[in-house]
């Protein structure tokens, strides 16, 4: 059953697809539900700057709620769920003695990031049998880490327990490689891990330095790392930035407002002392309420991770002081942010002018 709202002295019934609006002539036209929120989004505001009735704008905000929450449940029965793996064991056979072990395969947090299109391309190659068992696989008994201090997750990225972790590996080496097992293992079960070597290391931050090429690394593989190495907030923050997507080099901006370096972040990632640079303000506070007001300003990620956001910001604060630019930011909701006006931003200036308008209107 649908729910009934007016808009504009129509009503409109909103059902899994769109609104259907009656128009003059009796025909129906479909209008997608997120085109129907921004007019009555649009119709709330006019009627708060005519000073309208409360009871009429308080109808007009139930009509804006139901609105919301019918696109909400559309997109969460569109949106494809996320690809899990089994939190199952999977058949590891020892290098050194052949001998073969069941356990599950579990990560440290803050390792790199694993590439699902490098875990496809080895589904392929082992599932046509052309796999090179010489590839070593690094892995350390998860139980020794969680003492150790070190968070350990499952293959969904669930936090083990000492007592859980006692059933698993965490692959330190070979991610993509082991990933591709567990998938295979999945559908076709009786997968075994080949040239398997348990190590034993206390400070895995260092052994994941020492055993790969840095210089091969993204930089967003270094700054994940880097949350390892360091017990700095800022890299571990900048590393969770990085799995929901952000670019590092905007990461860095958004908390510090300057770029951190590839030289900083191989000193950090040796355990080196460095040097962050010049007149830089490390302030995860700000960064984060940054970044939770231009969300609920529905400037999503993939506009986020542009630097010319955070960069535009930060010059406007810097002009303007940092109380009027949030307030500024605050406003940025009051536009009605949508795909073609976010467009619209591609410098920095841009940015700075749009937070300039919400002040102004």
Known sequence: MGTNTKTAGKTATVNGNGVTNANSKGAARTISLKQQLAKAEKDLNNMMNRKQDKTVLDAQEQIVKKLKQAIAEK?????????????????????KTGEKVSKKIAFVENNRTVNTKKVDKFIAIIDNGKYEEAYPIIVVEAKEL?????????????????????????????????TAFAKLNSVRGNMVIPNVFIKDITNVGEYLVNINTVGNWSKEDRVSVAALTSDEELFKSMANLIKEGFNPTTAGLIYTRKNISEKVLAKVLKGEEYKLPKDTIVDIKRGDNFITLCKAANISMPYLTKRYFIKGFNSYAKVHGEEQAFKALDNLKSLDLNEEKLKQIKEDDDFQVMLNSTLNS
């Not at 997109?75 to 290098?95: G, N, V, Y």
């Open 75 to 95: 997109d969460s029965k569109e949106e494809a769920p996320a690809l899990t793996l089994k939190d199952e064991p999977i058949t590891f056979q020892l290098s």
């Open 146 to 178: 969680t003492k150790a201090g070190y968070t350990v997750t499952d293959v969904n990225g669930r936090a083990l327990t000492e007592e859980e972790a006692e059933g698993y590996f965490v692959i330190l080496d070979g991610q993509h490689k082991s």
